[in-house]
């Protein structure tokens, strides 16, 4: 079988798996799956140029109840949705709220609004937000509006939907060392080039990046101890212990020290006081920590990479497409962790000969090599957060079998706008208003489905997956539990 052939058969299966041990059932249904798809194209035709309210009063006129429309305020909250969802562009998420039940459709408007006798103007109040992404317009908070809509159906999806503040915070401050990081390199070169001027930029922004670092840092400690857990492989416990929480620890008081140096200096005190040989010193030794810990980690994430990149292919001889596409995931992130481990490690090398040539009394030279540590971890972070968002698309998509879906319309699946519009159709159609929402919930399903099968169960691929992704079984306790599996499969 063609690797391409395999990948287009894994994409018409790739569905989010039911709690329980019929999960492998539900993914390997491929022909309920195209019956599926092709309903799915046939409501997206039909349903795309319809009135809301058509869809709603056919799937009212069903139910024993009254026709939310019967009701003076629920009449009037849903015209005041329908005319927002056409002039946001959310008409197909609309649709998804009325094939709920006419009981459902009340319990998400009551729960929306806060209230059980609600009024447009409480709807109206609880459900519009500001979009960042937009200069902040007003908008309708279409991302609650599909969570709590899928939460009224019995399908539980978490509100939080993409990065939270820690992740945002993190993102931020690497961004502010990096571009204070090349500042000061600059004025730092141009020190030790004889430009005085260099040398009173260096230290004024001196405080700035030594104050980001240690914000940095302490980041890094906390998220190591936030991390650490007993289901967690000798190796990756190592890595949170010795290059998370020791190496940070080490990068803080350097931090700490060089901030202490820099006051001194700006009161015109004399350089390469104690300050300055403590931060040498804890430069060598974080260094020592993230270039060991890099380095190793080069090694292992590369071992992982090719181990789930065999079991994705034994999945796909044994027809297992749950297993499939966890093993997809967890290959992608360990060839992910492969690349932000050597970013460590070179890190760690630059910190050890920044540390060496402070210590020796070389203190502009040291500084340079320490700017460039910082650079090299801000650009990782960076990447990082640009990473993320393209794998989520790309696990959506496969989810969507958006390429298919393209194919049946005609489409080009190059055609960008095409793409993100035919996306954006497919994924209000099945309920969600984002590709991170949807991606969230595609990883919490096929996490339950291999706590099932690998922790519950004793599986032997599913134990060889949890091993690649950094986790150990322990049958007594049921661990690892299907929040630290969904944790180990993403970047």
């Not at 995931?329 to 492969?338: I, M, V």
């Not at 320490?370 to 957060?385: N, Q």
Request: proline share 3%; hydrophobic share 35%; net charge positive.
């Amino acid at each position: 079988m063609s690797r391409n052939t395999r990948d287009s058969s894994k994409a018409a299966s790739h569905q989010p798996a039911p709690h329980g041990n019929q999960a492998n059932q539900y993914f390997g249904n491929h022909q309920a799956q195209q019956l599926e798809r092709e309903q799915m194209l046939t409501r997206l035709q039909a349903q795309k140029d319809a009135p809301p309210e058509k869809a709603g009063a056919a799937s009212n006129n069903a139910g024993v109840e009254r026709p939310l429309r019967s009701y003076e305020n629920y009449s009037k909250i849903l015209d005041w949705l329908e005319a927002k969802a056409e002039k946001q562009e959310k008409k197909n998420l609309l649709q998804y709220f009325y094939r709920l039940s006419v009981k459902q459709q009340k319990a998400a408007i009551i729960k929306m609004a806060g209230s059980n006798k609600p009024s447009v103007d409480q709807f109206s109040g609880k459900m519009s937000t500001r979009n960042m992404s937009d200069l902040f317009k007003k908008t309708v908070d279409w991302e609650k509006f599909s969570a709590v809509c899928r939460e009224v159906q019995q399908l539980k999806i978490d509100d939080d939907s993409g990065d939270g503040a820690q992740d945002y915070a993190r993102y931020g401050i690497a961004g502010g060392s990096v571009g204070l990081g090349s500042a000061r390199g600059a004025a730092n070169i141009a020190d030790l080039a004889g430009d005085s001027g260099g040398a009173v930029a260096a230290t004024r922004m001196a405080p700035f990046g030594a104050a980001l670092g240690a914000l940095g840092s302490g980041m890094q400690i906390y998220e190591a101890y936030e991390k650490q857990s007993s289901s967690l492989s000798t190796y990756d416990s190592m890595q949170n212990i010795g290059t998370g929480a020791l190496g940070g620890l080490a990068d803080m008081t350097r931090s700490s020290a060089q901030t202490a140096e820099t006051a001194r200096t700006m009161a015109g005190a004399v350089a390469n006081s104690a300050a300055t040989t403590v931060a040498g010193a804890a430069a060598v030794v974080g260094g020592a920590a993230y270039l060991a810990g890099g380095l190793y980690g080069v090694k292992k994430h590369h071992e992982r990479t090719k181990n789930l990149r065999n079991l994705e292919n034994q999945a796909d001889l044994k027809d297992d497409p749950t297993l499939s596409q966890a093993a997809s995931l967890g290959k992608k992130t360990q060839a992910f962790n492969r690349t932000t481990s050597g970013a460590t490690a070179a890190k760690g090398a630059a910190m050890i000969v920044g540390g060496a040539l402070i210590l020796a009394g070389v203190g502009p030279a040291g500084w340079i090599l320490l700017g460039a540590a910082g650079l090299i971890v801000g650009a990782a972070a960076i990447y990082k957060f640009f990473k993320k968002r393209a794998r989520k698309e790309e696990v959506v998509d496969r989810y969507l079998n958006l390429d298919d879906h393209m194919e049946m319309q005609g489409l080009e699946p190059e055609d960008t706008n095409a793409r993100n519009q035919t996306r954006n159709d497919l994924l209000q159609l099945k309920g969600f208003n984002s590709v991170a929402q949807c991606y969230k919930h595609i990883i919490k399903e096929l996490s339950h489905a291999i706590y099932e099968k690998g922790v519950k169960g004793d599986d032997p691929d599913y134990r060889t997956l949890l091993e690649n992704i950094g986790l150990v079984v322990d049958e007594k306790k049921k661990e690892p539990n299907p929040e630290l599996i969904e944790k180990k499969l993403q970047i």
